[in-house]
């Protein structure tokens, strides 16, 4: 039994990277793992009209700018359940700029874009840039959308590739 979804590895035996899912594809509230309970609680629901378009999540082992764990989305056509854990590859990385939960300055709050390793349909995505920019420009909207109401003036800064993904989950473990 996992007693703290946090402090599991970020990489598996094969080297690809874990996400823990908290809320997923569909799912019309945010979802938050939160340690000291070791359980899911929702964070807050949605803006009306919007549902995760693919599981949402984080990596396990990190730690952001933000001091939570990075940020994750797993872009696949299914749908798993909060505490799930994918074995998953970068795609890439959205730079994402915002107030800081303190109101004191700003701070990075980048979204990382995921594929799971046995997702046999997306075998063709190496990058972000495999995705159209229609696809993109969704998923920056659903991202400026979903903060709209919390006080957060999220700022796209852009995209970066499957290496800058990388290097964010090494920095954000110390290794």
Aim: overall charge neutral.
């Amino acid at each position: 039994m996992v007693s703290d979804f946090t402090q599991l590895p970020a990489r598996g035996e094969q080297g690809a990277l874990h996400v823990v899912v908290e809320s997923p594809r569909g799912s019309t509230v945010k979802l938050k793992y939160e340690p000291k309970l070791r359980a899911f609680t929702i964070s807050r629901p949605l803006t009306r009209g919007l549902r995760y378009p693919f599981d949402w999540g984080f990596i396990p082992g990190t730690r952001g700018p933000d001091g939570d764990p990075l940020d994750a989305m797993v872009y696949w056509d299914v749908a798993t359940w909060p505490g799930v854990v994918l074995p998953c590859r970068a795609l890439g990385v959205l730079q994402v700029e915002q107030n800081q939960s303190g109101g004191q300055g700003r701070e990075r709050n980048d979204r990382l874009l995921m594929v799971p390793v046995s997702a046999a349909r997306a075998e063709h995505l190496r990058s972000h840039e495999d995705l159209s920019q229609r696809e993109r420009e969704e998923l920056e909207h659903f991202f400026l959308t979903v903060v709209a109401f919390a006080n957060k003036d999220a700022r796209i800064l852009g995209w970066k590739g499957p290496e800058e993904a990388e290097r964010l989950v090494k920095e954000s473990t110390g290794g």
